[in-house]
């Protein structure tokens, strides 16, 4: 685990379940990530605060 390994899961920032080790992305950086597969956080629900429809 490092500051270069690749994200885990997607956050709404201030969710109480991102760890210490995690950084904020601009929202474009956001649904890219969403795009590719990485999930979204099922307790703070970026996705939903994104628009971001699964599709």
């Known amino acids: 685990m490092n500051r270069d390994s690749p994200p885990n899961m997607v956050h709404a920032g201030g969710c109480h379940m991102a760890g210490k080790r995690s950084r904020s992305i601009e929202r474009s950086g956001a ?25």
């Open 31 to 55: 649904l890219r990530w969403l795009a590719e597969g990485i999930p979204a956080c099922t307790h703070c629900r970026p996705d939903s605060g994104l628009g971001y429809l699964e599709g």
